[in-house]
């Protein structure tokens, strides 16, 4: 299959006119590099974006181990630079001076002031870096991961950075001649499997999520203090709808998300139903747009980074917000988009394979474990339903376990009518999950019972889990912000805020989305709400605040 870069290389490279050139000039600083300079550095962060104006430079991904692989040479006309740059991540690629090079350079603030202000050329320029990201990760740029190919933690940290788009290099240590010389270069046990080695050089032993975070540079210090105008907490669909609109009317805003962005949205198969996309969109294509389009706005972006609650009192300004770390943020009013939990049932040894063959979501890695196995999900609602319907591509057969007397009560019909038509899909009715087998983490059979009674056991390696969520509000205990009986947040009339129906109990604290009492959970409602809350936000922000 031909790679983005053979199919879309002149939308990746484009080549600017000398008038497109001038224009840049007004928002850029000249800079010269003398031969074998480096204009760009793997792991660093960047200056932004590099326009050349005159002489030669070469583009190359490179890794921990020092190798380097050229990508490409540039020449007038053409920009140095991908999303990094945007926002002053560290670089993902490195770029050197071939020859005396004169350049333009634009801070990562100037370059979102252009693709704003110069909206063809913008448009331009941000297809490119979009494009670019999306082949740095095509070609395995960024940090190696190391361990044998079922480790469950190797799929963690994978399924981490593919949540959030970031490029990635996975070998197998039981199999690559190249793994198996980095441990014994690094003289790694097994034991201390997987490894990861960031493109600084960095090595690390089976890493937390937010350790490896770190190590990469996709989230560094806060600054404590700076007065947000808004702190958003999640960048699910309605988190990042906030972000959007309220990064694209002026307001300082902080995003973050304790995993990925994108929420539960963001792991579908396949949304079929959002306005817009007649031929469908998978969840993660349709938030990384989203995140993107936030960025371009000067959304500042943690992630991950978790809020551990509030730390200022009901009726204190600005609002300080305490992290999980240890670290304090303020803002002048703060979203509650934090979404909701997936429900765990009580099946015994649950937590036993958790890490590894039990899953929450159905995403292009673990469709790809399935390949021809047999599968079982249980779940009736559109969720479970994409899941199945993307699974089936892959899977030699997928059991789907319902509680309920069928799918209709739950499942949209279209969703219904193409499991029907799949002949390697089955539906069980009033079945339940009773028991899981298996050792050292591996499923390697589930057993379930009918409502007659019959028990079936199957060998079935990955159970997906797609029976509904639970709100993600623990974090707010003690903030004065009330909660219903199941947990959601209570906003508008619920409270006393009968003008205001996303506002909360606490004044300056809104909640939207799944988190929400009484939202409806679909995407499109929540990308509603985000929007519909940030009128609600400069309205409170325009009061005078104590």
Same mark, same amino acid.
């Given at each position: 299959m031909p790679t983005v870069i053979e199919q879309r290389h002149d939308q990746m490279f484009p080549v600017l006119d000398a008038g497109e050139v001038q224009r840049l000039g007004h928002f850029g600083d000249r800079r010269s590099f003398e031969p074998g300079e480096p204009v760009l550095a793997v792991g660093e962060t960047g200056r932004g974006l590099t326009v050349i104006l005159s002489g030669e430079v070469q583009v190359a991904r490179g890794d921990g181990t020092g190798a380097?692989? &050229?990508?490409?040479?540039?020449?007038?006309?053409?920009?140095?630079?991908?999303?990094?740059?945007?926002?002053? $991540?560290?670089?993902?690629? =490195?770029?050197?001076?071939?020859?005396?090079?004169?350049?333009?350079?634009?801070? &990562?603030?100037?370059?979102?002031?252009?693709?704003?202000?110069?909206?063809?050329?913008?448009? $331009?320029?941000?297809?490119?870096?979009?494009? $670019?990201?999306?082949?740095?990760?095509?070609?395995?740029?960024?940090?190696?991961?190391?361990?044998?190919?079922?480790?469950?933690?190797?799929?963690?940290?994978?399924?981490?950075?593919?949540?959030?788009?970031?490029?990635r290099t996975v070998l197998d240590a039981d199999k690559d001649a190249e793994a198996r010389a980095l441990l014994e270069r690094f003289h790694v046990p097994p034991g201390e499997w997987p490894v990861v080695l960031c493109p600084t050089g960095q090595l690390l032993r089976n890493p937390t999520e937010g350790q490896l975070a770190r190590c990469i540079g996709m989230v560094g210090p806060l600054n404590a203090e700076k007065i947000y105008d808004v702190v958003i907490v999640g960048a699910g669909p309605a988190g990042l709808a906030a972000a959007v609109y309220a990064g694209s009317e002026g307001l300082s805003v902080l995003a973050l998300d304790c995993r990925a962005f994108g929420g539960q949205a963001g792991a579908s198969a396949r949304i079929e139903n959002y306005l817009g996309f007649p031929t469908g969109i998978t969840g993660?294509?349709?938030?990384? $747009?989203?995140?993107?389009?936030?960025?371009?706005?000067?959304?500042?972006?943690?992630?991950?980074?978790?809020?551990?609650?509030?730390k200022s009192a009901p009726d204190e300004f600005p609002i300080r917000l305490g992290l999980a770390d240890g670290e304090e943020v303020r803002a002048r009013a703060v979203v509650i988009a934090s979404g909701a939990l997936y429900r765990r049932p009580p099946t015994p040894l649950l937590e036993q394979f958790e890490a590894g063959s039990i899953h929450y979501w159905? =995403? &292009?890695l673990e469709r790809r474990l399935c390949a021809g196995q047999e599968v079982a999900l249980v779940g009736a609602g559109n969720s479970a339903g994409q899941a199945v319907v993307y699974l089936a591509g892959q899977a030699a057969k997928v059991w789907v376990l319902v509680r309920g007397e069928g799918l209709e009560a739950s499942m949209s019909r279209y969703l219904i009518d193409r499991i029907t038509s799949l002949p390697n899909v089955e539906v069980l009715t009033r079945t339940e999950v009773t028991g899981l087998e298996g050792e050292d983490g591996a499923l390697s059979a589930v057993r379930w019972r009918r409502a007659d009674g019959e028990e079936w056991r199957r060998p079935v390696r990955n159970l997906f889990l797609f029976i509904g969520a639970d709100p993600n509000t623990g974090w707010l205990a003690g903030a004065g912000v009330a909660l219903d009986s199941k947990g959601f947040v209570l906003t508008g009339e619920s409270v006393g805020r009968d003008q205001d129906p996303l506002a909360t109990s606490r004044r300056g604290v809104f909640a939207i989305g799944d988190a929400r009492a009484g939202s409806i959970k679909r995407v499109a409602a929540a990308v509603g709400e985000g929007a519909q809350v940030i009128a609600a936000i400069h309205a409170h922000l325009a009061t005078d605040l104590p």
């Open positions: 380097i692989h &050229p990508i490409i040479s540039y020449g007038p006309g053409a920009f140095v630079g991908e999303l990094a740059q945007l926002t002053g $991540r560290p670089a993902l690629a =490195s770029a050197h001076a071939q020859t005396p090079v004169e350049a333009l350079i634009l801070s &990562p603030e100037r370059l979102r002031a252009v693709i704003i202000a110069e909206a063809e050329l913008g448009e $331009r320029i941000m297809r490119a870096l979009i494009l $670019r990201r999306v082949g740095l990760i095509e070609l395995g740029s960024g940090p190696i991961l190391i361990g044998p190919a079922g480790d469950p933690n190797l799929r963690r940290l994978e399924g981490f950075l593919a949540r959030n788009s970031h490029p993660l294509a349709l938030m990384s $747009r989203a995140f993107n389009q936030a960025q371009k706005f000067g959304v500042e972006m943690a992630i991950p980074d978790e809020i551990a609650g509030f159905a =995403s &292009p």
